[in-house]
């Protein structure tokens, strides 16, 4: 009954009074009986040229702006953060490449001058980009530490990025304090009989604090994520992501998208504790069934997205202080290596779970007074940042390092690029680049550019090397100067960037836990040959497909009558590597033990234990 009419208040929304309005029509516009808004009426009545003096004007508008702004404070601070760090890397990406651009347009009257040329291109294009990464902070750095280990990468930036291992600045006490609250609910006092305020650690995620536990007086180790990290990681993935568009966009032969995929892939894993308290629990149930392990991972008694409470160990870090260390408790280096590159082997190879960051900071030596094997253990730190690998991927991976490591049959090199293929999707075409730069020995044809195909020397000798095992007697320096000069060339260099882009993160990883094992070797200053941690790699890879050849024959059984031959022929090919590397693998450590014999024929036993 009441169609075409509405009821609109006369004085208030209580109404004691209401009047009927007549509505000649549906249109819902204030011409054809329907009330207007009240900003409407008010704008309606008011004539701002006649009424409103200019000063009211600035007044109203400026009122009207703070109000936007503080109710869109954090949008207009992220917008402004993001575009200031955006702006960061986009030009120092720029300008690396335009470094590339011109270096490699130019031309040399010398092969001397232009790996010198190219050498120093690399060192200014990594110092554009470390720049930016100091300057943005927070997990740029972590940004920085990642290419820091890229063995794929040229040596200047892996040296030139070092400086983002020790730029974390550490959060203050009140921050720590304030974080721990919010996460757990109770103040530091409410715990802790006493918290160290300074950090033992600072690293780009978190920092580390020394505490003793009010209910049982034990000492600890408490982990504190910094404060806002949460907050900024959105912000800085998407300027990442956005920086390298832009270069793509720019420059498509050089292409770092794989930084950003790696930096979005792991950021999140190694902001969560409780997924890192859950890794490190797991890796120890994996080593529990391994005999006379040397492994020791801390104990976790809680965790928090932000926070973790852990068993506090003794020991010292492998950096330039771990070989007086060493000496003072009777620990032989050699067995140090050998034995942090049978942990790491055990985890890729027979596990299919590692650790994806095992630098010196994340590893402790401590003595132990165990029974028999080593007098000690090796402690294992920072489990934020682990990877799973798929069984087929797994022994794939496995079959490539051992055609690497066997002799150079022709069966053997067709395998080399069978499992770089299936590994790491690495066509024929890019094949002599991917193995150069993983083990740093020049292969093909290619080597110092279309002008400058002369094979001399170590050089010549080296491209015919019938494995990685043949290598065995070259120093670590001679290494890294054969890896400059088989990425001195553009086309080698925009091959790089092409398979890093194609290659999964896991194999990424993987290709930078070889690198930093090497790394490892190195700085233990061991005196056995810096190939003896590839023949433990060797003996795990052998073991691992032994142990996939005989679920396959077990599965073939009830197809195939002649499994018994097919398991002979395998456990004969087995036996005959397992015995060939257990003998390169006692050759070299003969080799260590008469350098440390000579060193105390020389009266310097000292520097050498």
């Not at 490190?280 to 392990?293: I, K, L, Q, W, Y």
């Not at 004969?572 to 440390?596: E, K, T």
Request: proline letters at 4%.
């Amino acid at each position: 009954m009441w169609r075409g009419r509405r009821i609109c208040p006369n004085v208030c929304s209580t109404g004691f009074r209401h009047r009927i309005i007549p509505s000649r029509s549906f249109h819902n516009s204030p011409a054809h009986g329907v009330r207007a808004l009240p900003q409407e009426r008010i704008l309606k009545r008011v004539d701002f040229a006649k009424n409103v003096a200019p000063k009211q004007i600035s007044s109203f508008a400026l009122l009207l702006t703070a109000v936007v702004v503080v109710y869109n404070w954090d949008d207009i601070r992220h917008g402004y953060i993001a575009a200031q760090r955006t702006s960061r890397i986009a030009l120092a990406a720029t300008k690396a490449v335009y470094e590339y651009k011109t270096t490699y347009s130019k031309t040399y009257t010398t092969e001397k001058e232009r790996l010198d040329a190219i050498s120093a291109c690399h060192s200014r294009a990594a110092n554009h980009v470390l720049r930016a990464l100091l300057a943005n902070g927070g997990v740029f750095i972590k940004l920085g530490q990642h290419i820091s280990a890229s063995i794929i990468l040229p040596i200047e930036w892996q040296i030139t990025m070092r400086p983002c291992l020790d730029a974390c600045r550490p959060s203050s006490f009140e921050e720590v304090q304030q974080v721990f609250f919010d996460d757990n609910g109770m103040d530091i006092e409410d715990v802790f009989s006493h918290f160290d305020s300074q950090p033992l650690a600072v690293a780009s995620i978190a920092q580390v604090h020394q505490a003793f536990l009010l209910a049982t007086g034990q000492k600890v180790a408490v982990k504190i994520q910094h404060p806002g990290l949460q907050e900024f990681a959105a912000i800085d993935l998407k300027s990442t992501e956005t920086t390298l568009r832009i270069v793509k966009w720019l420059f498509p032969e050089f292409e770092f998208s794989w930084l950003g995929r790696e930096m979005a892939e792991n950021l999140p894993k190694e902001m969560n504790f409780v997924h890192e308290a859950s890794n490190a629990a797991r890796v120890a149930h994996n080593f529990e069934s391994v005999p006379n392990t040397v492994l020791y991972i801390p104990k976790v008694l809680s965790a928090t997205k932000r926070t973790m409470v852990m068993e506090f160990v003794e020991g010292s870090k492998c950096d330039q202080s771990v070989h007086e260390y060493l000496a003072a408790h009777g620990i032989d280096r050699n067995e140090v290596s050998r034995e942090l590159s049978r942990i790491f082997s055990e985890q890729v190879y027979i596990h299919g779970f590692f650790h994806a960051d095992p630098h010196p900071g994340n590893l402790l030596i401590r003595p132990t007074s165990r029974s028999s094997g080593p007098n000690f253990d090796i402690v294992l730190l920072d489990h934020g940042l682990y990877f799973d690998i798929p069984d087929e991927l797994r022994i794939n991976y496995a079959r490539f390092w051992l055609s690497l490591l066997s002799p150079p049959t022709e069966k053997n090199r067709q395998n080399r690029r069978k499992y770089a293929e299936l590994v790491g999707n690495i066509g024929p075409e890019r094949y002599h680049v991917f193995e150069a730069a993983l083990t740093g020995r020049p292969t093909g044809t290619w080597v110092g550019g279309k002008n400058h195909r002369e094979k001399k020397g170590r050089l010549a000798a080296l491209q015919q090397a019938a494995s990685m095992l043949e290598m065995s007697d070259i120093e670590d320096a001679e290494m890294d100067k054969l890896r400059a000069m088989v990425v001195a060339n553009g086309d080698i260099m925009v091959a790089m960037f092409d398979i890093l882009r194609h290659l999964d993160s896991k194999i990424l990883m993987l290709f930078k836990l070889n690198e930093l094992t090497r790394s490892l070797d190195k700085s233990l200053k061991t005196t056995h040959p810096p190939f003896r941690i590839f023949v433990i790699v060797a003996q795990y890879c052998n073991r691992a497909v032994w142990e996939d050849d005989k679920i396959r024959i077990a599965l073939e059984q009830s197809k195939d009558r002649s499994w018994k031959g097919s398991y002979l022929r395998r456990w004969l090919i087995y036996q005959f590597r397992r015995f060939g590397f257990g003998f390169a693998a006692s050759w070299m450590d003969l080799q260590g033990r008469w350098v440390i014999l000579k060193a105390w024929f020389s009266g310097v036993l000292h520097f050498r234990t």
